[in-house]
T-cell receptor, first 111, second 113 residues
Framework: DAGVIQSPRHEVTEMGQEVTLRCKPI?????LFWYRQTMMRGLELLIY????????DSGMPEDRFSAKMPNASFSTLKIQPSEPRDSAVYFC?????????FGPGTRLTVT | GQQVMQIPQYQHVQEGEDFTTYCNSS?????IQWYKQRPGGHPVFLIQ?????EVKKQKRLTFQFGEAKKNSSLHITATQTTDVGTYFC?????????????FGTGTRLQVTL
Protein backbone atom coordinates (compact mmCIF):
# COMPACT_ATOMS: atom_id res chain seq x y z
CA ASP A 1 0.00 0.00 0.00
CA ALA A 2 1.30 3.47 -0.88
CA GLY A 3 0.13 5.03 2.36
CA VAL A 4 -1.39 8.50 2.63
CA ILE A 5 -0.19 10.74 -0.18
CA GLN A 6 0.10 14.50 0.15
CA SER A 7 1.06 17.15 -2.35
CA PRO A 8 2.90 19.36 -2.63
CA ARG A 9 5.57 18.41 -0.09
CA HIS A 10 6.80 21.98 0.11
CA GLU A 11 5.03 25.21 -0.75
CA VAL A 12 6.41 28.72 -0.57
CA THR A 13 4.00 31.51 -1.34
CA GLU A 14 3.50 35.19 -0.77
CA MET A 15 1.02 36.65 1.64
CA GLY A 16 -2.39 37.05 0.06
CA GLN A 17 -2.04 34.16 -2.35
CA GLU A 18 -4.34 31.15 -2.41
CA VAL A 19 -2.84 27.84 -1.31
CA THR A 20 -4.34 24.42 -1.96
CA LEU A 21 -3.04 21.31 -0.22
CA ARG A 22 -4.03 17.88 -1.47
CA CYS A 23 -4.44 14.50 0.16
CA LYS A 24 -5.14 10.97 -1.03
CA PRO A 25 -6.08 8.70 1.88
CA ILE A 26 -5.38 5.00 2.14
CA UNK A 27 -7.91 3.05 0.11
CA UNK A 28 -10.70 1.68 2.29
CA UNK A 29 -10.20 4.11 5.16
CA UNK A 30 -13.42 5.90 6.05
CA UNK A 31 -12.08 8.84 8.08
CA LEU A 32 -9.78 11.65 7.02
CA PHE A 33 -8.15 14.29 9.18
CA TRP A 34 -6.30 17.54 8.52
CA TYR A 35 -3.77 18.67 11.15
CA ARG A 36 -1.46 21.63 11.47
CA GLN A 37 1.83 21.39 13.40
CA THR A 38 3.97 24.26 14.66
CA MET A 39 6.58 24.50 17.38
CA MET A 40 4.44 26.91 19.35
CA ARG A 41 1.07 25.15 19.14
CA GLY A 42 2.04 21.52 18.56
CA LEU A 43 -0.27 19.23 16.60
CA GLU A 44 -3.71 20.79 16.06
CA LEU A 45 -6.71 19.07 14.48
CA LEU A 46 -8.29 21.38 11.91
CA ILE A 47 -11.13 19.29 10.50
CA TYR A 48 -12.13 15.69 9.98
CA UNK A 49 -14.44 13.75 7.69
CA UNK A 50 -16.27 10.46 8.10
CA UNK A 51 -17.40 8.82 4.87
CA UNK A 52 -16.61 12.06 2.99
CA UNK A 53 -18.85 14.16 5.25
CA UNK A 54 -17.28 16.92 7.40
CA UNK A 55 -17.96 16.04 11.02
CA UNK A 56 -16.05 18.60 13.06
CA ASP A 57 -14.44 21.76 11.73
CA SER A 58 -14.13 23.52 15.07
CA GLY A 59 -10.36 23.54 14.71
CA MET A 60 -10.37 25.54 11.49
CA PRO A 61 -8.76 28.83 12.55
CA GLU A 62 -10.95 31.18 10.53
CA ASP A 63 -12.95 31.61 7.36
CA ARG A 64 -9.80 31.80 5.29
CA PHE A 65 -9.51 28.03 5.72
CA SER A 66 -11.79 25.58 3.91
CA ALA A 67 -11.67 21.84 3.29
CA LYS A 68 -13.48 19.53 0.93
CA MET A 69 -13.69 15.81 0.34
CA PRO A 70 -15.51 15.30 -2.96
CA ASN A 71 -14.95 11.54 -2.91
CA ALA A 72 -13.40 8.79 -0.81
CA SER A 73 -9.99 9.11 -2.44
CA PHE A 74 -9.33 12.82 -2.40
CA SER A 75 -9.42 15.83 -0.09
CA THR A 76 -8.21 19.42 -0.27
CA LEU A 77 -7.39 22.07 2.29
CA LYS A 78 -7.48 25.59 0.94
CA ILE A 79 -6.21 28.80 2.49
CA GLN A 80 -7.37 32.01 0.86
CA PRO A 81 -5.84 34.50 1.40
CA SER A 82 -2.74 33.10 3.05
CA GLU A 83 -0.90 34.94 5.84
CA PRO A 84 2.59 34.50 7.32
CA ARG A 85 1.10 33.04 10.52
CA ASP A 86 -0.25 30.14 8.44
CA SER A 87 3.32 28.88 7.99
CA ALA A 88 3.40 25.35 9.40
CA VAL A 89 3.50 21.70 8.44
CA TYR A 90 0.08 20.43 7.41
CA PHE A 91 -0.59 16.73 7.81
CA CYS A 92 -3.38 14.65 6.39
CA UNK A 93 -4.20 11.36 8.10
CA UNK A 94 -6.65 8.60 7.31
CA UNK A 95 -8.14 6.08 9.66
CA UNK A 96 -9.97 2.81 9.87
CA UNK A 97 -11.02 1.49 13.28
CA UNK A 98 -9.42 4.33 15.21
CA UNK A 99 -5.72 4.10 14.32
CA UNK A 100 -4.52 7.06 12.26
CA UNK A 101 -2.01 6.87 9.41
CA PHE A 102 -0.33 10.14 8.60
CA GLY A 103 0.93 11.41 5.29
CA PRO A 104 4.40 12.92 4.92
CA GLY A 105 3.02 16.44 5.33
CA THR A 106 3.19 19.69 3.38
CA ARG A 107 5.59 22.30 4.70
CA LEU A 108 4.00 25.66 3.97
CA THR A 109 5.93 28.91 4.15
CA VAL A 110 4.08 32.17 3.63
CA THR A 111 6.32 35.19 3.18
CA GLY B 1 -12.94 19.62 26.71
CA GLN B 2 -10.70 16.63 26.90
CA GLN B 3 -7.05 17.38 27.58
CA VAL B 4 -4.07 15.06 27.33
CA MET B 5 -0.83 16.18 28.91
CA GLN B 6 2.59 14.58 28.68
CA ILE B 7 5.67 14.98 30.82
CA PRO B 8 8.43 15.74 30.40
CA GLN B 9 8.25 18.03 27.40
CA TYR B 10 11.85 17.27 26.55
CA GLN B 11 14.50 14.83 27.72
CA HIS B 12 18.11 14.45 26.74
CA VAL B 13 19.82 11.15 27.60
CA GLN B 14 23.08 9.42 26.91
CA GLU B 15 22.85 6.35 24.73
CA GLY B 16 22.24 3.31 26.92
CA GLU B 17 20.24 5.19 29.56
CA ASP B 18 16.57 4.48 30.13
CA PHE B 19 13.77 6.90 29.27
CA THR B 20 10.16 7.24 30.40
CA THR B 21 7.38 9.54 29.25
CA TYR B 22 4.07 9.89 31.07
CA CYS B 23 0.66 10.68 29.63
CA ASN B 24 -2.31 11.95 31.65
CA SER B 25 -5.86 12.46 30.45
CA SER B 26 -8.49 14.67 32.03
CA UNK B 27 -11.10 12.01 31.22
CA UNK B 28 -11.30 8.23 31.23
CA UNK B 29 -10.20 6.75 27.93
CA UNK B 30 -11.58 3.72 26.11
CA UNK B 31 -8.09 3.16 24.72
CA ILE B 32 -4.73 4.90 24.42
CA GLN B 33 -2.49 5.01 21.37
CA TRP B 34 1.18 5.94 21.06
CA TYR B 35 2.84 7.53 18.06
CA LYS B 36 6.45 8.41 17.25
CA GLN B 37 7.54 11.30 15.06
CA ARG B 38 11.15 11.39 13.90
CA PRO B 39 12.69 14.84 13.28
CA GLY B 40 11.37 16.12 9.96
CA GLY B 41 8.96 13.20 9.71
CA HIS B 42 5.34 12.44 10.40
CA PRO B 43 3.67 10.72 13.36
CA VAL B 44 3.76 6.93 13.04
CA PHE B 45 1.49 4.62 15.01
CA LEU B 46 3.32 2.42 17.51
CA ILE B 47 0.71 0.64 19.61
CA GLN B 48 -2.78 0.69 21.10
CA UNK B 49 -3.72 -0.31 24.66
CA UNK B 50 -7.31 -1.10 25.53
CA UNK B 51 -7.57 -2.89 28.87
CA UNK B 52 -7.17 -1.39 32.32
CA UNK B 53 -3.66 -2.11 33.61
CA GLU B 54 -2.53 -3.51 30.26
CA VAL B 55 1.19 -3.78 29.58
CA LYS B 56 2.63 -4.38 26.12
CA LYS B 57 6.21 -4.68 24.96
CA GLN B 58 7.88 -4.01 21.64
CA LYS B 59 11.55 -4.97 21.94
CA ARG B 60 13.03 -2.27 24.22
CA LEU B 61 9.75 -0.32 24.50
CA THR B 62 7.24 -1.03 27.28
CA PHE B 63 3.80 0.56 27.21
CA GLN B 64 1.44 0.64 30.17
CA PHE B 65 -2.20 1.69 30.55
CA GLY B 66 -3.24 2.81 34.01
CA GLU B 67 -5.80 0.97 36.13
CA ALA B 68 -8.18 3.95 35.97
CA LYS B 69 -7.63 4.26 32.21
CA LYS B 70 -6.66 7.93 32.59
CA ASN B 71 -2.91 7.63 32.31
CA SER B 72 -0.27 5.76 30.41
CA SER B 73 3.49 5.49 30.17
CA LEU B 74 6.13 4.55 27.64
CA HIS B 75 9.46 3.25 28.90
CA ILE B 76 12.48 2.72 26.68
CA THR B 77 15.26 0.53 28.03
CA ALA B 78 18.83 1.24 26.97
CA THR B 79 18.10 4.03 24.52
CA GLN B 80 19.72 4.13 21.11
CA THR B 81 20.19 7.03 18.70
CA THR B 82 17.42 5.53 16.58
CA ASP B 83 14.98 6.33 19.42
CA VAL B 84 15.36 10.06 18.80
CA GLY B 85 12.06 11.76 18.09
CA THR B 86 8.86 13.03 19.68
CA TYR B 87 6.53 10.56 21.33
CA PHE B 88 2.83 11.34 21.43
CA CYS B 89 0.04 9.58 23.28
CA UNK B 90 -3.50 9.95 21.94
CA UNK B 91 -6.95 9.05 23.15
CA UNK B 92 -10.37 8.97 21.51
CA UNK B 93 -12.44 12.10 21.87
CA UNK B 94 -15.16 11.74 24.45
CA UNK B 95 -18.19 12.40 22.25
CA UNK B 96 -18.61 8.78 21.30
CA UNK B 97 -17.03 9.37 17.92
CA UNK B 98 -14.39 6.71 17.71
CA UNK B 99 -12.53 8.39 14.88
CA UNK B 100 -11.31 11.60 16.48
CA UNK B 101 -8.23 11.50 18.69
CA UNK B 102 -6.91 13.99 21.19
CA PHE B 103 -3.13 14.03 20.93
CA GLY B 104 -0.94 14.72 23.91
CA THR B 105 1.55 17.56 24.01
CA GLY B 106 4.40 15.19 23.15
CA THR B 107 7.78 14.38 24.69
CA ARG B 108 10.84 15.11 22.60
CA LEU B 109 13.67 12.65 23.20
CA GLN B 110 17.25 13.45 22.31
CA VAL B 111 19.87 10.70 22.56
CA THR B 112 23.59 11.39 22.33
CA LEU B 113 26.58 9.06 22.23
Amino acid sequence: DAGVIQSPRHEVTEMGQEVTLRCKPISGHNSLFWYRQTMMRGLELLIYFNNNVPIDDSGMPEDRFSAKMPNASFSTLKIQPSEPRDSAVYFCASSLAGVQYFGPGTRLTVT
Amino acid sequence: GQQVMQIPQYQHVQEGEDFTTYCNSSTTLSNIQWYKQRPGGHPVFLIQLVKSGEVKKQKRLTFQFGEAKKNSSLHITATQTTDVGTYFCAGPWDTGTASKLTFGTGTRLQVTL
